[in-house]
Every structure is written in C-alpha cells, then in structure tokens.
C-alpha cells in the first residue's frame, strides 16, 4: 500500500513531453493592384503548406483591385519544416465568378526569410505573380508568427500539416478567434508605415525577387525604430532579436 501511494504522486507529478509540432500562424491582411482599373473582381485567397489541405479566405464583396480579407489560419507544422530553406506557403489569389473562379496570381511564402516567433508577427508586402508568364502583377499583405506555449497546449480541433509527417496528421484548420479592433489599428499603422520605407522617395525600390535593392540604404539605416524589424527577406526580421 505505501508503495502505492508512492506511484500515485509520481504520477500526479508526471509532465508529459512537448508535443513535436509547432503552431504557425499566417494572416492574409490585404492585396493591391491584382489587376487592371476598373474591373470588378471579389477576389478571395487559398493558402495552403501541402495541397491536401487547402484553406481559403471569403471574397472581398468591394469587388475593387485592393481586396481586404485580415483573415488568419494557423498550420500545424514540425521542425524540419521551420528549419527548411525550401519549405514555404502557397498562397494563390482567385476571382470569384459564376462560371468559376478564375486564378489571378501566385505567391509563395518562404518560411525561412521570415524566421517567425512568438513575440510579434512579421508583415511583409510580397510581389504577386500571373500564373502563366510569372510577371508580377500585384502585392500581398501577409503577417507571420508562432503561436506561444500557451495557445499550443490547449486541445486542438483539428491541423493542419507538419513538414515530413504531413501526411499523417490529416485534419483541416485551426479555428482562430477574430482580431480585436486595436490589433487591427496596430497592423493598418504598420502598413502604412511599410508602403512610406518602401517608396521610392524613401528609396525603398523593389526587386521582382522580393528583396529590396541598396539604393538609399544609407538613409534607411539612419530610420531605425518600428521599421528596423523588417530586414532579412523583404520585411522579415527575427523580431525577438531586432525589436
């Protein structure tokens, strides 16, 4: 019997290891210039880390060429994945018709130019290309992060997919609660902010890799502050380091 009791604390006492998958969270803030004035497009976006399982926002009813969605979806991924110079997030932007939707463009979220944490979501406006000649056409607003210990231990509904064991978690999305009122202040300040850097008068020129040219750079270096978070990869800083 003491030995029993003995047993029974141990076990009380007994902290299971970390689950071998991390939670990584994408937000499809917005897009610009998808396509020529004056078309009326409600344009919608499907993301997706392996094309078995597939996540789309709701279209833009504004039908206008810069659609706003601010929708975030979280992807079940492990450490390989996150540690891959390759692995990435597939995003392509539609236009919703009657007949079927007509794909409008490509972007692809490369998750190591990120380096996603915790502390804070990086933005980065990222060029969108056609889907038949690869010309841009377009930016994408995305946000990315980690969600902490915390929100990782709570039960989940269902994943989506990890890296090399993709295909044996199964599942669909996370269900993410909606942004507060302040959290979207927060990011539509950063976006503004993010178009004034990547001006040209601010000598913020684009290349159509994504990366930003080094013109200017000496002026930008003297602009430290929120805007010192997005470097490494069009925006993507280590914001527990940099920040």
């Known amino acids: 019997m003491p030995n029993s009791g003995r047993s029974r604390r141990r076990s009380s006492a007994y902290t299971p290891p970390p689950l071998p998958f991390h939670l990584l969270e994408l937000n499809l803030i917005s897009a610009q210039d998808l396509h020529r004035a004056g078309a009326r497009t409600r344009a919608f976006a499907v993301a997706w880390a392996h094309p078995d399982h597939k996540l789309r926002t709701r279209p833009d009813l504004s039908g206008n ?30 236009a919703a018709r009657r007949g079927g939707s007509r794909l409008l463009g490509t972007v692809r979220v490369v998750i190591s ?23 841009p056409q377009g930016i994408l607003n995305v946000g990315l992060s980690l969600l902490d210990s915390h929100v990782r231990s709570m039960p989940l509904f269902a994943a989506d997919l990890g890296g090399a064991a993709a295909h044996s978690f199964g599942g669909k999305g996370i269900p993410v609660p909606p942004s507060t009122k ?3 202040m927060e990011m539509e300040t950063k976006l503004e902010k993010w178009k004034i850097e990547m001006s040209p008068e601010h000598g913020g020129e684009q290349r159509a890799d994504g990366h930003r040219s080094r013109r200017g750079e000496g002026n930008r270096a003297k602009r430290r502050g929120m805007l010192s978070c997005y470097g490494c990869g069009h925006g993507a800083a280590d914001t527990s380091d940099s920040c």
């Open 65 to 94: 060429t810069d659609p706003v969605w601010n929708e975030r979806f979280v992807f079940r991924v492990d450490s390989a994945f996150l540690q891959s110079e390759t692995s990435g997030i597939t995003v392509e932007i539609y």
């Open 113 to 135: 130019t990120f380096r996603p944490s915790a502390a804070s979501a990086s933005i980065a406006a990222l060029q969108v290309r056609r889907p038949s000649s690869l010309r």
């Open 182 to 184: 302040v959290e979207d």
